[in-house]
């Protein structure tokens, strides 16, 4: 009974809410003589504090047109912007700058719905050593990773040198279909001194430098003990494989919108994705040597703290995981 009482109180708050939030928005239309999507667009920035607010406000509204605006084709976007304008009642010719503000917020968001469902297709694409193109992709991706040793044949133990567990990879890439194949080649090909770089530190790991207040923590023993243990390295392969999972979940859950709506002026793209990941695993790389494990069984640990420091930097509306790459260097005022 309390179970349904509480229930109860909270689907009438809900409503309850929705409605004083309705009236406040005819308030300010009144008082303004703007539309919520006009106030949005001319008092905040471009990028994801802007279409974060756009999504939010077109998603709620009552309004069957707005509703369905985040999810039409690419293409009918701009018919859709001029349909939104005339429903508003909205003059283009004396308000020009919203229409374009507006077409950027919604390539944005159409953009990233149709990102998922390309990222899910690979995923769900399972790798098939019978397909040339699966073979092919992953052969490069040894040639990039090792180009200066040849692959002595396609069943081999040498895939143990980059990360995998046995002797043929595609029993690993089971989790995330060819997404994990596509992410590693990926990171292998262009940005290839720093795949090979955090390849050979994963085989031969560097312990961190300790600090002075550090040192002074340990008793004597500890220290001695410390200093002679070796750092613990990981399959670059596997984690690869690991972080195009968390890279996933980011995407699915919506914590990748602050990035991507950050980075990319129009639609995100497969290729935003990758980039991504990239970062993800430069960062991983560097935060592994930070914390030190023990061992290789602190993976998961550690894995989830990476995690949850990445999720708060995506909960500030200005982040960009990666503004380096050259994504964003289109971002522009609109």
């Not at 707005?66 to 308000?95: C, F, G, R, W, Y």
């Not at 953009?111 to 040339?132: F, Q, T």
């Not at 200066?148 to 089971?174: A, Y």
Request: contains cysteine; proline residues 4%; charged residues 25%.
């Amino acid at each position: 009974m309390k179970h349904f009482l509480r229930m109860l109180i909270q689907v009438c708050l809900y409503f309850y809410c929705k409605f004083l939030w309705r009236c406040l928005k005819f308030v300010m239309r009144k008082l303004t003589g703007r539309c919520e999507l006009q106030r949005i667009c001319y008092s905040t920035k471009p990028g994801a504090s802007r279409t974060m607010k756009i999504e939010t406000s077109l998603r709620d509204s009552k309004s069957k047109l707005l509703q369905t605006s985040v999810s039409v084709h690419p293409d009918a976007i701009e018919k859709t912007i001029e349909d939104i304008m005339e429903l508003k009642k909205i003059n283009p010719d004396i308000n020009p700058q919203l229409g374009i503000s507006l077409q950027a917020c919604l390539l944005q968001i159409v953009g990233y719905r149709n990102l998922i469902a390309d990222v899910e297709k690979l995923r769900r694409e399972p790798y098939d050593s019978d397909n040339p193109q699966h073979e092919e992709l992953l052969l490069k991706l040894w040639k990039f990773l090792k180009p200066n040793t040849p692959l002595e044949s396609r069943i081999s133990k040498q895939w143990c040198e980059i990360g995998f567990q046995g002797d043929d990879p595609k029993t690993d890439f089971r989790g995330m279909g060819l997404l994990g194949l596509y992410n590693l080649q990926y990171f292998a090909e262009r940005d290839a001194a720093a795949a090979q770089q955090v390849l050979s530190d994963s085989l031969h790991p560097k312990c961190r430098d300790i600090t002075k207040e550090e040192i002074s923590k340990f008793s004597k023993a500890e220290w001695e003990k410390k200093r002679m243990d070796k750092a613990i390295g990981y399959s670059f392969a596997i984690v690869g494989i690991n972080i195009t999972d968390l890279a996933y979940n980011l995407l699915i859950s919506g914590a990748l919108k602050t990035h991507f709506y950050n980075i990319a002026p129009e639609a995100p793209t497969l290729s935003h994705f990758q980039q991504t990941f990239c970062y993800l695993m430069h960062e991983f790389h560097k935060f592994w040597i930070e914390e030190d494990p023990m061992d290789i069984m602190e993976f998961n640990r550690v894995r989830e703290k990476f995690r949850k420091r990445i999720v708060k930097q995506l909960q500030n509306p200005d982040m960009a995981l990666c503004p380096h790459f050259a994504a964003s260097e289109g971002l522009i005022n609109m």
